[in-house]
């Protein structure tokens, strides 16, 4: 069965540092897609970043980036210059991309990230 | 990005009422949609997956009967939290696939607060 787990409750950044938010996986599927969403205290779900697992390169976007590392089933994500509006809950999810799959996102228990001033 | 709506954004009823939540893709055809629920500081937690035409399909442990799932078109599916007590109060977040299984991404709803009295 597919499991995210996010083994960090809570972190602390100082502004304009960088910080990683580490989630490991398990699926026994070789072809499966990984994302992290930001939640903000207002509820919306807002989606940041994507790795395909074949993708031989880490992701990508602006500020974020994923450090996937394939071997030992962990993509963490990694943000840039932290900013006050960075702080949000962070949620890592996967889902298993065979056409027979319903397409369903399995989430981790998520990260509280607190930027401090 | 595709918009998904939800309606209400937030709704306070008295215990033993029912009531409906409506999640509406605004500029695309979702054939499947997907209900979560969301208590505080916690994770999404999938309910079900609706089909457009077909009954929804409920994860292990969610009363169908309770929570009534109707995937009338491409572009709207209500949830009905039928008889509903204090412990359904939550926060409902719905999210659709733009286009087939095949789709990889889902769009997020802006979520429905329910506090039952």
């Known amino acids: 069965a597919q499991k995210i787990t996010q083994t960090q409750p809570g972190m602390f950044v100082q502004e304009k540092e960088a910080v990683t938010l580490d989630c490991t996986y398990d699926?026994?599927?070789?072809?499966?897609?990984l994302f992290w969403y930001k939640q903000p205290s207002s509820g919306e779900m807002i989606f940041l970043i994507y790795?395909?697992?074949?993708?031989?390169q880490n992701a990508t976007e602006g500020r974020y980036s994923l450090n996937f590392q394939k071997a030992r089933k962990s993509a963490n994500l990694v943000i840039s210059a932290s900013q006050l509006g960075d702080s949000a809950m962070y949620f890592c999810a996967m889902r298993e991309l065979p056409s027979s799959n319903t397409g369903k996102l399995i989430f981790g228990q998520g990260t509280t990230l607190q930027v401090k001033p | 990005g595709a918009v998904v709506s939800q309606h209400p954004s937030w709704v306070i009823c008295k215990s033993g009422t029912s009531v409906k939540i409506e999640c509406r893709s605004l500029?695309?055809?979702?054939?499947?949609m997907f209900w979560y629920r969301q208590f505080p500081k916690q994770s999404l937690m999938l309910m079900a997956t609706?089909?457009?035409?077909?009954?929804?399909?409920?994860e292990q442990g969610v009363e169908k009967d309770k929570f009534l799932i109707n995937h009338a078109s491409l572009t709207l599916s209500t949830l009905t939290v039928t008889s509903a007590h204090p412990e359904d109060s939550s926060f409902y977040i719905c999210s659709a696939r733009d286009g087939g299984q095949g789709a990889l991404y889902q769009f997020f709803g802006p979520g429905t607060r329910l506090t039952v009295l």
């Open positions: 790795q395909g697992s074949y993708d031989e």
């Open positions: 609706s089909n457009e035409g077909s009954k929804a399909t409920y």
């Open positions: 500029d695309f055809q979702a054939t499947t």
């Open positions: 699926t026994s599927d070789q072809s499966y897609g």
